[in-house]
C-alpha cells in the first residue's frame, strides 16, 4: 500500500517538475521526486542506495536551485489552478495502471539467490556512473554559461 502512494507520488512529482514554468518550484517538483525514489530505495532494503540517492540529489538540487535563480526569468504569464489541478489529475490517472495492473512475475534462476539491495548495486554500477556523469555534465555547463554571462557583463 505504501508502496502505491510513493509510486502515485512519484509520477505526481515528475510530471509537476517537468509541467511547471517557474525554475524554483519546477526544482522543488524535482526534489520531491528524488526524494521519494530514495525512500523507495529505504523501504526495500536498501539503504546505502538510498543515502547515495539523497547525497546525490542534494548536490544536483543546489546547482539547479542556484542556476535557476540565476539564469532563468520570471515567467510572463501564470498558470491557472484549473490547468494546474488538470496535470494532478492525469498524472494520478497514469499512474493507476502501474498500480492495479499487476504483471505476472517471473524469476530467472540466476538472480534468484540475489536481494533488491545486492541487484541494485552490483548489476546497476553503469546506470550509476552514468548518472554522476550527467550531473557533472550539467554542473559544468552551468558553470560555462554563468563565466559567459559573467564576461558579457565585463
Known amino acids: ?26 526544482v522543488a517538483s524535482l526534489a520531491c521526486t528524488l526524494f521519494l525514489m530514495a525512500l523507495v530505495y529505504a523501504l526495500n532494503n536498501a539503504i546505502f542506495a538510498a543515502i547515495f540517492q539523497l547525497t546525490i ?38 499512474s ?13 534462476s540466476v538472480f534468484s539467490e540475489i536481494s533488491f539491495s545486492q541487484a541494485l548495486w552490483n548489476l546497476r554500477s553503469v546506470d550509476i556512473i552514468l548518472q554522476g556523469l550527467v550531473i557533472m555534465t550539467v554542473a559544468f555547463g552551468i ?12
Open 57 to 94: 540529489s542534494a548536490g544536483t538540487l543546489a546547482v539547479l536551485f542556484l542556476s535557476g535563480e540565476m539564469l532563468s526569468g520570471k515567467p510572463s504569464g501564470t498558470k491557472s489552478l484549473k490547468r494546474i489541478s488538470l496535470v494532478l489529475v492525469a498524472a494520478i490517472f497514469l
Open 96 to 108: 493507476f495502471p502501474a498500480i492495479l495492473l499487476s504483471a505476472p512475475t517471473t524469476t530467472v
Open 143 to 154: 558553470a560555462i554559461v554563468l563565466r559567459k554571462r559573467k564576461k558579457g557583463e565585463d
Open 1 to 26: 500500500m505504501i508502496l502505491d502512494v510513493l509510486a502515485i507520488g512519484l509520477v505526481v512529482s515528475a510530471f509537476l517538475a517537468v509541467y511547471l514554468d517557474e525554475a524554483v518550484y519546477s
